[in-house]
């Protein structure tokens, strides 16, 4: 990583408490190819973006998935916070700064001939804020991927918290229905925001944005997009995807 150039990051706002109790988090959603690239490259890539929550897609899920990540996320600086194996591949990191007051695992209906998708979701506060969390992986098959759209909108919804912020890989670009679908609801942070690049697919040539952070109404997005200050060989090294990360304001209860 090229060290001069994390200055950079000073273009988004440190993570802290402020003064009226809302919460100022950094969170990081990322595509990991199941850590089939080079795992050195992946940590330094997140720690690098110094985040609080990392909404992980394609995480490890077969043989010792759960040490896997484990070792990622120490390597990072972060705690494994919930799936992987256990929700077909979506998974959640945190900082020590987040307190978990739960998390849950969902498998969604497996369609014949297709992957097994899920969703990877916590509840967490920061100091006195409260906010829900979801990772997910949306299917490359369209109608699937848009009942999928549909089942993270309910899944939100269930978290029973005011403010969620989800993420992940897509599989779809802005004008497609799911994102727009996804858009009607939540708040598209790089739209809302944009800081840094725009495009998160593929780190050789980035040409699409198929990677988004969602958030609900609310929550102040302060900026979000592909961080400018990562190095390009780091990230062809270290997955297929570009990261997304995005600088958020939660407001105290």
């Known amino acids: 990583m090229d060290s001069g150039s994390l200055s950079d990051l000073s273009e988004l706002p440190n993570s802290g408490t402020e003064p009226d109790g809302s919460a100022v988090i950094r969170v990081l959603s990322y595509n990991i190819r199941s850590m089939r690239d080079s795992p050195v490259a992946l940590a330094r890539v997140m720690k690098a973006c110094a985040p609080d929550l990392v909404l992980i897609q394609e995480a490890p899920r077969f043989f010792r998935w759960r040490k896997q990540l484990a ?11 919930s799936g992987g ?8 990191l945190c900082s020590l700064r987040a307190t978990v007051e739960r998390t849950e695992d969902v498998l969604l209906p497996l369609t014949p001939g297709l992957h097994r998708r899920g969703f990877a979701t916590a509840v967490v506060r920061f100091g006195g804020v409260r906010l829900g969390v979801v990772s997910c992986h ?4 369209k109608d699937e991927r848009y009942a999928q759209g549909g089942l ?4 939100i919804a269930e978290l029973g918290v005011e403010h969620v912020v989800a993420g992940g890989d897509l599989n779809e670009r802005p004008d497609g229905r799911t ?14 925001a944009p800081w840094g690049g725009e495009y998160t697919s593929t780190p050789d040539d980035p040409h699409q944005r198929i990677d988004a952070i969602l958030a609900t109404e609310g929550v102040e997005v302060l900026g979000c997009g592909v961080p400018p200050f990562l190095d390009a060989d780091e990230l062809r090294a270290a997955t297929d995807h570009l990261p997304v990360l995005a600088a958020l304001r939660i407001p105290a209860a």
């Not at 194996?85 to 959640?92: E, I, K, N, R």
């Not at 949306?138 to 098959?141: A, G």
């Not at 993270?152 to 899944?155: H, V």
Request: charged residues 20%.
């Open 85 to 92: 194996g256990s929700a077909a591949g979506p998974a959640l």
């Open 71 to 81: 070792r990622l996320a120490r390597a990072a600086n972060l705690v494994y916070l």
């Open 138 to 141: 949306l299917s490359l098959q």
């Open 179 to 192: 994102f727009r679908r996804l858009g009607t609801a939540l708040q598209d942070c790089w739209a809302k």
């Open 152 to 155: 993270l909108l309910d899944r």
